[in-house]
């Protein structure tokens, strides 16, 4: 039987295709047509492969790997809210939405869930800061903070969104916040890359970063394309983000596989709860 992980590769690769075969016959389906199924799937598989994590954990907001996970699914699930409407109206109109719009507003609060999470589990593990030698536990802490500043200095250098604020000034202040949030949750992964170096933590969150980078990767692409008006939706760059989304998907995938108990071990809990209701 094959793996979660392996489909999860595969469906994004049959994606990938999608996109070629639209690329060399642009007459064969509607680019809007291609954007709309490709994020569609790789969302609900994205957010699939975070429930399955939170299993894990549990659902809740009493602790913070609980909060984390949680956060991380609501998160995702907004993105894909955000996301079924806007394919919904392109797909049937035939030109995307007005930008910005709710939808815009629904995926920025996804953003917040997601940093929200992000950070929540970082404090989880805080202790890890503590513990670490003299040198490094300065900089853990320091990194983080100057990823974000050279992050988001090299993308505003990079693409200038106050270059249309006299043109639009609301369009303009969205471009903003997104290259703000991106850089946010760029920092943060990066953080826990760093907290957690090896073994499979150190994988789940290389995936998770390399995922984040790609996908912040996309958003400054296809704001240079807007302002240089080659950007489309369903534009073979958002390659991108189908396989930043899936690098994501994969550590969530790689977490829940790892650190999901064993039916061994449920039965034994479940014994022992018994034994202990009994006592009582």
Known sequence: MMSRSYWIVAVSAALTILYTINLAMPKAMP??????????????????????????????????????????????????????PHAIYTVIVGVEPPYPSQIDAIWVLGCIFLILGLWSYTSKFKILWREAAEPLKHLITLTPVAVFFTVTMISLAAVNPFKLINVDPLEASMDFTYTILDSILLSLAILNLLLFRRGILGRVWALISGGVALGMLLDLLSLQGFMETWYYWGHPVEILAIWGFTLAALGANLYAETFRPSKQETGNYASTSSRKIKRY
Do not use: C, N, P
């Not at 709309?36 to 969302?43: D, G, M, P």
């Not at 429930?51 to 609501?74: C, E, N, P, T």
């Open 31 to 84: 680019s809007e047509v291609v954007s709309a199924i490709a994020y569609i799937t790789i969302l609900s598989i994205t957010t699939a492969s975070f429930h399955q994590a939170l299993k894990v954990s549990g659902w809740g907001f009493r602790d913070r790997l609980m909060r984390a996970f949680s956060m991380a699914v609501i998160g995702f699930a907004l993105w894909f809210a955000a996301k079924l």
